[in-house]
């Protein structure tokens, strides 16, 4: 079968979606990222300083861990990708580092940030106290209080945690705030967005450096299988970056099925729900073009999800292509079925993952796969951060 | 001619323009507050649509946001109110929002709507100019509507060039590296500012907004510009007023006498 390549136009495009629809006040910000990411990004010595943090303050590579009584119970070879593994405990740090490193070649003394789950703005906090360079994180009031203990982690590593009060106080509206302050601070502060969103060239920017990844799947299933490429990959998408990242050496090799893992709330028609591609249209958030949950008159649809990290409205650029085209496969994961995921994979394997990630799991209950697949799941993050909410939900 | 192009051409200098959001205190307000504008002596109505997400707005917008959404203000409702608003406002009048609800309403189906209605101007701060050119511009032109772009402390002489070229009506100043909301004075550096876009000799006019609030400040970014915009301070007397005709009339004198 022909599937569409994906790939970003030198505008930040993925075929329909994508762009920079930013007030102008944000034009020379974009466009000085734009114009140096790349290059920055290509330098020996960016190179160098990455792959050496990553390695060695990150704790890469990653293991890929073979499932093996997951791999019995569902009845495929079943491969954990183990950025829960990584420091601070999910797969958020890759970009950080990144983010990081770019800021101080442009000269940045301030990091801005907005977090959901909190993981993305412990990950920031964390290169900042490394690097020595203030940090404030925008959090949604709501997260704060479903996530206390990240927001405690980032004050000790010496962040300030702003509480976005307005819509839905969550990330939505912390990522509102985080670009609201860029407008105020625009010169010597740099925006450390989260996830494949926002304007160009972020969605891109993210996903390379997410995109280590599916760099490590391909050596180390070369190493256990004798092949690179497995028959399916599954990650979870709020924004998309860990799925952008673990599908980003796949985009282009047809055989490889990618799963897309949404999070459905109560349930699609409850009306309290985070499954973009089934309830957006496409829409304007945050600077891109994308599937948006949204009214007929354009205003932003507040989502639902038990877990902060998917509780957004929108998907990056790069998911709703996929979409779109039909190159990724989207399920959707209701919250009581991600908790029931996540107590599972907890008594089979040893791990308590992030909900976020529980809801990959989940989705293996929802797609066709052959016996004899090679199933890589990311389990984007560790659950230490939910442990509140799983005993609230009590069933263990 | 379009109604924006004769202000200007008539008047060079201490152009009021006020700006509120639609739906706000009350759904039904707009068009009272809109004569009520008109009345006290300002030059130009700016009418913000009301969004979810405005991501350039401070607190007092977005809380006038919100209400108006709450109070049930939609795109297709604002028109409704405006219908036959000719019969009694002359000056210019221009919709200001995000370009989500426009862009759901459908560009075509909104430029037109707004021929008809009267509107001479629009503003979409996060319309970029390149999409403007490509896709937009011609939808723009045919329905006579003048397409305003922003610029800020931080824009480049360049960059400023590009959209002088581009704008059509007056370029909108946006008084400090900031989000809408009311402030206290301006500033050296912005009066700085004000005068290096002035000693650009661009063809368009402009009008100075973002925490302008007050006479001294009104008058500041007058002295340097040919006008200013005001916002947040307007929708903080909405917000404050038991008499709107009244009120209104007291703040736009005030700054204007
Ligand atoms: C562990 C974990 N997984 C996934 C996500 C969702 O983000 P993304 O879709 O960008 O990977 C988050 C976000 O906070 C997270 O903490």
């Not at chain 1, 670009?179 to 996830?195: A, C, E, K, L």
């Not at chain 1, 309290?272 to 009214?295: D, N, V, Y």
């Amino acid at each position: 079968m022909e599937r569409a390549m994906i790939k970003v136009d030198e505008n930040g495009f993925y075929g329909q979606f994508g762009g920079a629809f930013i007030p102008e006040m944000l034009y020379p910000n974009i466009e000085e990222l734009r114009e140096n990411y790349e290059a920055i990004m290509a330098t020996p010595a960016f190179r160098q300083e990455f792959d050496s943090l990553l390695k060695d303050y990150v704790g890469r590579p990653t293991p890929l861990f073979l499932a093996q009584r997951l791999s019995e119970k569902y009845g495929a070879k079943i491969y954990l990708k183990r950025e829960d593994l990584c420091h601070t405990g999910a797969h958020k740090i890759n970009n950080t580092v990144g983010q990081i490193i770019l800021a101080k070649k442009l000269n940045k003394k301030r990091i801005i940030a907005e977090t959901g789950a909190g993981q993305h703005g412990v990950a920031t906090a964390t290169v900042c106290a490394l690097m020595g360079m203030e940090c404030t994180v925008y959090m949604g009031a709501v997260d704060m209080e479903r996530q206390k203990p990240n927001v405690e982690r980032m004050r000790i590593l010496g962040a300030k945690v702003v509480p976005a009060n307005s819509g839905s106080k969550t990330l939505k509206d912390a990522t509102n705030e985080a670009m609201r302050q860029w407008i105020n601070n625009p010169v010597d502060t740099h925006y450390i967005i989260g996830s494949v969103v926002g304007p160009h060239p972020y969605p891109e920017m993210v996903a390379r450096f997410q995109s280590v990844i599916s760099e490590e799947m391909k050596w180390q299933l070369q190493e256990k299988e004798g092949r690179e490429n497995p028959d399916l990959v599954i990650a979870c998408v709020g924004g998309g970056s860990n799925a952008a990242g673990s599908f980003y050496h796949y985009y282009n090799e047809p055989s490889v099925r990618l799963i897309a893992v949404e999070a459905a709330g109560m349930g699609i028609t409850s009306g309290r729900s985070a499954a973009t591609t089934t309830l957006g249209k496409p829409g304007i958030l945050h600077g891109s073009k994308t599937l948006l949950m949204q009214t007929d008159d354009g205003q932003v649809v507040e989502p639902h999800s038990i877990s902060a990290g998917l509780d957004y409205p929108g998907i990056g650029p790069v998911h709703a292509h996929l979409f779109d085209s039909g190159r990724g496969e989207f399920v959707a994961v209701e919250d009581e079925h991600a908790m029931q995921s996540g107590i599972e994979v907890s008594r089979l394997e040893g791990i308590i993952p992030a909900i976020e990630s529980a809801h990959a799991f989940s989705a293996l209950n929802q797609i066709h796969y052959e016996p004899t697949d090679v199933i890589v799941i990311n389990l984007s993050g560790r659950g230490d951060k939910d442990l509140e909410t799983y005993i609230k939900w009590g069933n263990y | 001619m379009n109604r924006i192009d004769e202000l200007f051409k008539q008047k060079k200098e201490r152009i009021l323009s006020i700006y509120f959001t639609a739906g706000f205190p009350q759904l039904d307000d707009t068009v009272s507050i809109m004569e009520a504008i008109q009345a006290a002596g300002a030059n130009i109505i700016e009418i913000g649509v009301p969004y979810s997400d405005p991501i350039a707005d401070g607190p007092t917008i977005q809380e006038s946001n919100n209400q108006a959404l709450k109070n049930g203000m939609t795109l297709k409702v604002l028109f409704e109110q405006l219908k036959g608003f000719r019969e009694r406002i002359h000056i210019p009048v221009i919709l200001m929002g995000y370009l989500n609800p426009v862009v759901q309403y459908g560009m075509e189906a909104f430029c037109k709507t707004c021929k008809e209605v009267g509107i001479d101007g629009l503003i979409l701060p996060d319309l970029p100019m390149q999409q403007y050119l490509t896709e937009y511009k011609h939808t723009f032109d045919a329905y006579d509507l003048r397409n305003t772009f922003l610029i800020s402390p931080q824009t480049s002489e360049a960059r400023i060039r590009q959209i002088d070229q581009h704008t059509d009506g007056f370029i909108y100043m946006v008084s400090s590296a900031s989000i809408t909301g009311a402030k206290k004075e301006v500033s050296p550096e912005q009066i700085a500012y004000f005068e290096r876009v002035k000693a650009m000799n661009l063809k368009n006019p402009r009008l100075i907004g973002f925490g302008i609030s007050d006479k001294p400040s009104f008058q500041t970014a007058a002295a340097h510009s040919h006008g200013a915009i005001i916002g947040s301070a307007f929708i903080n007397v909405l917000r404050e007023s038991t008499n709107l005709k009244e009120d209104i009339q007291e703040y736009i004198q005030g700054i204007l006498a």
